[in-house]
C-alpha cells in the first residue's frame, strides 16, 4: 500500500508514520490512481472528540486522509510555554492509530512546512477548530499554494479544546 515507512505493530493494524518526503512520494502514486487527498494540519496535543470528530469529517471529504502534526517548537509559539504536553513523535504516534487516518506526519519548522505543503498539494485541505487554528493552517498553506487546493472549514465542537481541558485537570489538582 505505502512505499516505505515507519511501522508500529498495533495489534492487527499497522500504523502508517511517514516522513515528509515520503508522504509526497505517496501522493503521486494517489494522485495517478485517481485518488481524492484531505489534510488536516493541526497540533493534536491532548486528544478530545472534537478532535475526533474532526478526522471523522475530514475522512468523509476525499479517499485518503493525511494528518500532519506540527511541530513542537509551533505548539509552543501558538499555545505558550508548556505546550504541547506531548512530543510530536508521541502525538503523531496516536493520531496514526485513529481508523479515520491514513498517514500521519510530522511538519518541521514553518519554512519547511510551508515547503512541504506546497508540493504535497493534497486535494482538500481541512481547517479545523478556532480561529487561531485558521491562522495556523493558512500559515502552512502559504501564500503560493498550488492552485486547486480547496479549503474546507469544519467548526469547532462547542466545549471541547486542549486548553480546557487542560484547565480542567489544572482545577482537579488545585
Known sequence: M?????VIANGSR???LLSQSEVILQRRAWKRNGKRVVCVVGVFDLLHP?????????????????????????????NGAGRPIMPAAERAEIIAAFEAVDVAVEL?????????MEEFAPDILVEGSSASAAKSVANVKGPAS?????LVHIPPEPGHSTSRLIERIKQLRA
Open 2 to 6: 505505502f512505499a516505505t515507512f515507519r
Open 108 to 116: 518541521g519548522e514553518e519554512v519547511v512546512a510551508t515547503k512541504f
Open 50 to 78: 472534537g478532535h475526533i470528530r474532526l478526522l471523522e469529517q475530514a475522512r468523509a471529504q476525499g479517499d485518503i486522509l493525511v494528518v500532519a502534526v506540527q511541530s513542537d517548537a509551533h505548539a509552543r509559539g501558538k
Open 146 to 150: 498550488p492552485p486547486g487546493v480547496v
Open 14 to 16: 499497522a500504523l502508517a
